[in-house]
Each structure stands twice: as C-alpha cells, then as structure tokens.
T-cell receptor, first 114, second 114 residues
Framework: DGGITQSPKYLFRKEGQNVTLSCEQNLNHDAMYWYRQDPGQGLRLIYY???????QKGDIAEGYSVSREKKESFPLTVTSAQKNPTAFYLC?????????????FGPGTRLTVL | AQSVSQHNHHVILSEAASLELGCNYSYGGTVNLFWYVQYPGQHLQLLLKYFSGDPLVKGIKGFEAEFIKSKFSFNLRKPSVQWSDTAEYFCAVRSYNQGGKLIFGQGTELSVKP
C-alpha cells in the first residue's frame, strides 16, 4: 500500500529532552511537510522540504529541526528549546510543480511532555 | 495579516439538516483551494479541491464547495448530513504569492446528532 507512515503514534518526553519523530512515504513525492495541530488553531507549518538535501522553515520553526537525506524520509526533532512541545504532529507529502498542492497526510504522532 | 478564516468553530446539526461551512481567505493572486476532513481517529484526508475552471466543485461523500473570487470565499456545503459526517473540517489555501505553501484555517468541528 502506498502512503505515509509516522512513528510512534504516542510519545512521552521529559522536559529538557530532545525527541525525534519519524515520517516515511512511499508515494515517490518530492515535497514533504511537518505540521503541528493544536485545538482551535488548525494546522501550522513547522518545516517543509521540496527536494532532498534542502528544507525551509515554516511559520513556527523555532525549537524544531529537520533533515532530508533521503527522498522518502523527513524526520522531525523536537528540541528542548521548544517551549510548548505538547501537541499532535502531522507529516504530509505532495508532488511538486504543476498542479501540485494536494497534500497527503500521515496518521500523526501525539507528543506529550511530562 | 493574510490568513484563512473559518467562521464557525463548532457546528451541531441533526441528521438530514443542510450544512454550510464558511471559509474566507485574504491572499491575492492565483490560489488553489482545498477542504480536508479529519474523522475521529483517522488521517486527515482530502474532501475536494479547486484549481481552475468551474467554480462549483464536487467532492467525495456528497460534499461540494463554491469558489467566489470576488468574495475570497470557498464555502463547503452538503444538502443532507449524516451522523457519519461528524468530523473536523479544515479549509486550506495555496497561494502562489506565499511561495506555494498550504495555509490552513482553524478548523470547524461538526457534530451530527442521530
């Protein structure tokens, strides 16, 4: 089955620890995205990557980091600098160029900081 | 500030009632428009999209949306809702003036009473 997988589904972290969320896609999409979803705020873009070895900051990049070493993988690290990391994190991918724009989403990772 | 605005945070309807969820955006230039739905415990998935052509767009599960350029609106409609339509609905806009990023509204939670 083609799609996007995120792991783990639930993640608990102690304050001051970094944690990495996994996102893998087998859709052969060039572009990948990380969003944060909070109640009443919709989805806010953290980072995005339109091609391997390149990525750009989104609207709320502070306290997060990413890498894009492979086309199918776009891991997100939530660092200890992120002041309010408890949230639901969604990864997405899309084709780039042309009529691109439709994004396909993974099932999400719910991060809780204890 | 440029944004995507969904008018209702929570809508409660009885089965068979008609639905209209408002979405307005403030970006100029060429836009692509989307409605996504998030059923309880499921992935965010695409309901419908508008790129060009007929401004009345039909999507899955009997949903439709109308793009009114002069009003910067893309309202979602369904003539008769079912209990299974209970979900959170997100409007999203891809503005070429904003580097092609997808900007989401705050979301509208729809509860349909059987």
């Amino acid at each position: 089955d083609g799609g996007i997988t995120q792991s783990p589904k639930y993640l608990f972290r102690k304050e001051g620890q970094n944690v990495t969320l996994s996102c893998e896609q087998n859709l052969n999409h060039d572009a990948m995205y990380w969003y944060r979803q909070d109640p009443g705020q919709g989805l806010r873009l953290i980072y995005y990557s339109q091609i391997v070895n390149d990525f750009q900051k989104g609207d709320i990049a502070e306290g997060y980091s990413v890498s894009r070493e492979k086309k199918e993988s776009f891991p997100l690290t939530v660092t200890s600098a992120q002041k309010n990391p408890t949230a639901f994190y969604l990864c997405a991918s899309s084709n780039s160029g042309g009529r691109a724009g439709e994004q396909f989403f993974g099932p999400g990772t719910r991060l809780t900081v204890l | 500030a440029q944004s995507v605005s969904q008018h209702n945070h929570h809508v409660i309807l009885s089965e068979a009632a008609s639905l209209e969820l408002g979405c307005n955006y403030s970006y100029g230039g060429t836009v692509n428009l989307f409605w996504y739905v998030q059923y309880p415990g499921q992935h965010l998935q695409l309901l419908l999209k508008y790129f060009s052509g007929d401004p009345l767009v039909k999507g899955i599960k009997g949903f439709e949306a109308e793009f009114i350029k002069s009003k910067f609106s893309f309202n979602l409609r369904k003539p008769s809702v079912q209990w299974s339509d209970t979900a959170e609905y997100f409007c999203a806009v891809r503005s070429y003036n904003q580097g092609g990023k997808l900007i989401f509204g705050q979301g509208t939670e729809l509860s349909v009473k059987p």
